[in-house]
């Protein structure tokens, strides 16, 4: 019994125990946008609250437009969309740092991983 604790205490950090996936909704606006949902990035046509771009949208499958990103019930129903279609098992465990990485990388986001280590961290620390 003392072992499985132990090795609990391990992994609670890993899995950020707490967190839910409001809270990873959350430090991801915070992060992409400071939680601004009307937030515009002309250069890389980034909008709303998760600064969600035109081919992130369509490789969602989200029925709409681009631009009804800027409401945040609707951009968080294209992240969950994005991160079924990529990550599935990810999504459903919870898995926020693999969720996070995809989010700012794209699907191929394995591929560079460590450009996405910044990124991560800024996510984690405003979990809560």
Request: proline share 3%; net charge positive; charged share 25%.
């Amino acid at each position: 019994m003392k072992m499985k604790c132990f090795f609990l205490s391990l992994l609670c950090p890993l899995l950020l125990c707490g967190a839910s996936l409001d809270s990873f909704f959350d430090a991801l606006g915070k992060v992409e946008s400071s939680s601004n949902p009307k937030a515009i990035n002309i250069k890389e046509n980034a909008l709303g609250v998760y600064q969600i771009r035109l081919a992130y949208f369509k490789d969602s499958k989200v029925p709409g437009n681009h631009r009804g990103v800027f409401d945040p019930i609707f951009a968080r129903k294209v992240c969950e969309a994005y991160f079924i279609r990529y990550e599935r098992e990810a999504f459903n465990k919870k898995d926020f740092e693999t969720l996070a990485r995809l989010h700012n990388a794209g699907w191929s986001w394995r591929k560079k991983k460590l450009s996405t280590n910044s990124y991560w961290l800024k996510v984690k620390k405003n979990l809560r």
